[in-house]
């Protein structure tokens, strides 16, 4: 098993480096001291070292499944527990997951995974990627397993994301996994499709405006999304201005008022897993909402919430299905 050493440190994003000696560029990338081992990563606050490449990886979520397939290494990931939606995959990906056994999926009434440390622990991990409510970083390293988040999801995170993050996590699960080349071909491969994505999309000089929500199925409150989440960026990339442009937080509650208020001409509505409909309904449903601009065009699309958070190869898929439901004026 990885041998696992945890210490304290003020930096809250992802940064690979070789014998604790990490330096980081302008743009946030992350620099290592060299090839090999002893890897020391830091992630949220907290440094891990491997001595080796992970060999047994349990998932607690979803979001780290694009790099890892990316990389070849998801026949690493012994055990799985949370929810897998299969429209996050092609068929090659779902193939891989579909050999995972899957520990639970079960959730509370927020959507919070619920799983215990000793399920966990039976499966002898020398990684757990994804933290959850119960079952954190400082329960796991009390038992001398390492655990990964995504940078953005870190408790601390202050940073406003943007689709270079994708690429810099990219290159640090490579980094991980000892698969340096092939994270520089994925990352290649990611850069150029955004490219090919870009060449679609609305021109910022059309003036169309959008807001990504997360509204709550059967009504009740609706939550949107600041310049501190990854859906700033994607509407950026897709043409769009952002109507909470202005506003610093990554989520935040929002009324229908507000939202009349701004009124944006599309709405992209984030959803964890059921049916879009209900999701849709859960917006469209409040008092009032049927003035704003977007739902009398019909210009509302719901989309899984991992097409846009945390930064992820899937934030480029979401990226896609929001130019390609919204195109570009001729």
Do not use: W
């Amino acid at each position: 098993m990885t041998t696992y050493r945890l210490a304290g440190t003020a930096a809250a994003s992802v940064c690979v480096l070789l014998l604790a000696a990490c330096g980081s560029d302008g743009g946030g990338a992350t620099t290592a001291a060299g090839p090999g081992y002893p890897l020391t990563v830091t992630n949220c606050g907290a440094q891990v070292t491997f001595d080796d490449a992970p060999q047994r990886v349990v998932l607690l979520k979803s979001s780290a499944v694009p790099y890892l397939h990316a990389l070849g290494v998801m026949d690493r990931v012994t055990a799985r527990a949370g929810q897998y939606p299969k429209e996050y995959y092609d068929a090659a990906t779902q193939a891989e997951l579909d050999r995972i056994p899957l520990l639970t999926d079960k959730t509370d009434t927020s959507g919070h995974l619920q799983i215990s440390k000793e399920v966990v622990i039976s499966q002898q991990p020398d990684l757990v990627l994804g933290e959850v409510d119960n079952l954190s970083r400082d329960t796991l390293s009390a038992v001398d397993i390492p655990l990964l988040e995504e940078p953005a999801m870190c408790p601390d995170s202050t940073g406003a994301p943007t689709f270079d993050d994708i690429y810099e996590q990219m290159r640090a699960y490579g980094r991980v996994f000892d698969r340096d080349t092939e994270a520089a071909t994925a990352v290649t491969a990611l850069r150029e499709r955004m490219t090919r994505i870009q060449t679609q999309a609305s021109a910022p000089a059309d003036g169309r405006t959008a807001a990504v929500l997360y509204p709550t199925v059967g009504g009740g409150t609706t939550y949107a999304y600041g310049t501190a989440s990854m859906a700033h960026p994607q509407l950026e990339a897709a043409g769009f201005r952002n109507v909470f442009a202005d506003v610093r937080e990554r989520v935040f509650e929002v009324t229908v008022e507000e939202l009349l208020g701004r009124d944006p001409d599309v709405l992209i509505l984030l959803h964890g897993d059921g049916d879009p409909r209900a999701v849709e309904q859960g917006l469209t449903g409040l008092p009032g909402a049927e003035k704003l601009k977007a739902v009398r065009a019909g210009n509302v699309m719901t989309q899984l919430f991992n097409f846009t958070e945390p930064p992820t190869p899937l934030s480029i898929d979401g990226l896609e299905r929001i130019v390609r439901r919204f195109p570009a004026a001729p």
